[in-house]
C-alpha cells in the first residue's frame, strides 16, 4: 500500500500525471469537503466549541491535519474558525501532514492565496490567507515540533484508511516444513517435517497470481494477490498478540483479521500530544489540552476482516490492478485506535465511535442547510438542490450511505468522562 500510494516514482498521491485528478466528479472518488462545505463548517464549529469547553486556550494552539488532500476541509475550517474573533487570535501555527508534492501546491494555493513557500529545515511553510498565521508542510507528525505549551487540536479525514495494513488468518495445528541447518554444514539446508501443536496466524501476503489461460492478455487482470504464507512470519508472531481483541480470535480457525501497525502509532502520538506521556516531570503535560477528531470508514467496534480494496473512477476494483492509479484503502479499526490512544497516555479519554450521521446532525448540519438556502435567491434553483443533496448525502443511513459506515471519533483531555463533547452527546459549554 505505501509503495503504490507514497512512492515518489509513481505513487498514486505523490505523482500527478497530466490530466489527471484522484478528487472530485472527474476523479476516484469524492470525500465529504467535496459534496458539501458544511462538512468542513462544521469541524470547524466541532473544534471552536472543544477550545471552549476547556476554557480560553492560555496555551498556544496548534492546528494540525494529517492527510489535508486539496485542503478543501481545512479552507472551510478556517474560513469558520476565523469568525471567532477571541478564539482565532490564540491559533499560533497550522501544520499540515503531506507527502505529495503536487497536493502540498494545490494546499498551499488555497490556504495561502499568493504567498510563497519556502523551504524549512523539515519541510515547507507559508503564510494563512485566513488567520495571518504561519502554515507549515511536514511529511510526518513527528516533525511538528511538540511541547507542554502548546494546545493541538488534530484532524484526521480518511487518513488513517491509506495507510499500510497487515492481514493475517488463524490455521489448525498441522504438519509444516521448515527450513533447519545440517550440523556438519552450516551452508546446506534440508527440509524436515515439523508439527505446530498449537493454532497459529499466518500472514496473507502478496505473492503473483497464476497466470489465467482465459485473462492472460487483459491488461485488467491483476498479477498479485493474496496468499497465506506457509510458515509463521515475524509480523504473524508479534501483531496479533498485541491485543485481547486479536487473541480471542486465534482459536477460531479460519479467523482473519487486519492490523494497522502505523495506525496504532498515529493514534499514540495523538494521545501524547494531547495528554502527555505521564513518564517523568520533562515529557508530562502538567494539564491536559487540545483534541483530535478522526472521521473515516470501518466498522464501529469490530476487528475490519477482507476489506482491502481498490477504488479507480468511483468504482471498486481490485487493489492489485493498475499499481500507482488506483487508489488502495482498507477499513479503520476504530476499537484499535481508541485502544492504542487510552495505552499511551493517562492524561485523555475517548469518545466515539458514533456515525457521521449522528456526529453531523448533533452539531447542526440540517440548520446551517436551512441558513444557506434562506439567503439564495428565488431564481437560484440549482444551487439550492446542490445544498439540499449536500447534506442529506452526508447523513444518510440508508444502505451503504455515508452517514452510516463512514463514523467520527475524540481524544481529548481526560476529565473522567463527566463532559462529553459536543457531536458525541455533550453540548455547547460557555
Partial sequence: MRQCLTSPDGGYYTSKPEGRDQFGQRGDFITSPEISQMFGELVGVWIVAEMMAQGRPSKRVELIEVGPGRGSLMDDMLRTIHRFKALASTIGAIYLIESSPSLREAQRRLLCGDAPMTETGNGFQSTSKHLNVPVFWCEDIRFVPSGTGKAPYIIAHEFFDALPIHAFQSVAPSQTESSTPI????????????????????????????????????????EFQLSLSKASTPNSLVLPEISQRYKALKAQVSSTI?????????????????????????????????????LDYGPADTVPINSLRGIRAHDTVSPFSSPGLVDISADVDFAALAEAALKASPGVEVHGPVEQGFFLQSMGIEERAKQLTSSLNADE??????????????????????????????????????????????????
Fill in 258 to 294: 487486519e492490523i494497522c501497525p502505523e495506525g496504532h502509532s498515529y493514534a499514540e502520538e495523538f494521545s501524547r500530544r494531547i495528554g502527555g506521556t505521564g513518564e517523568g516531570p520533562t515529557s508530562s503535560k502538567p494539564e491536559p489540552s487540545g483534541a483530535a477528531l478522526i
Fill in 183 to 222: 550440523p556438519s554444514s552450516p551452508i546446506v539446508s534440508a527440509k524436515v517435517p515439523r508439527v505446530a501443536s498449537t493454532v497459529q496466524w499466518r500472514e496473507l501476503l502478496v505473492s503473483p497470481a497464476p497466470p489465467s489461460p482465459i485473462e492472460r492478455f487483459s491488461e485488467s487482470t491483476p
Fill in 381 to 430: 434553483t440549482e444551487k439550492r438542490e446542490r445544498l439540499d443533496s449536500g447534506w442529506r448525502r452526508l447523513v444518510e443511513r440508508g444502505g451503504g450511505g455515508m452517514g452510516k459506515i463512514y463514523k467520527a471519533m475524540a481524544i481529548v483531555p481526560n476529565r473522567g468522562g463527566v463532559r462529553k463533547p459536543v457531536g458525541f452527546g455533550g453540548g455547547v459549554a460557555i
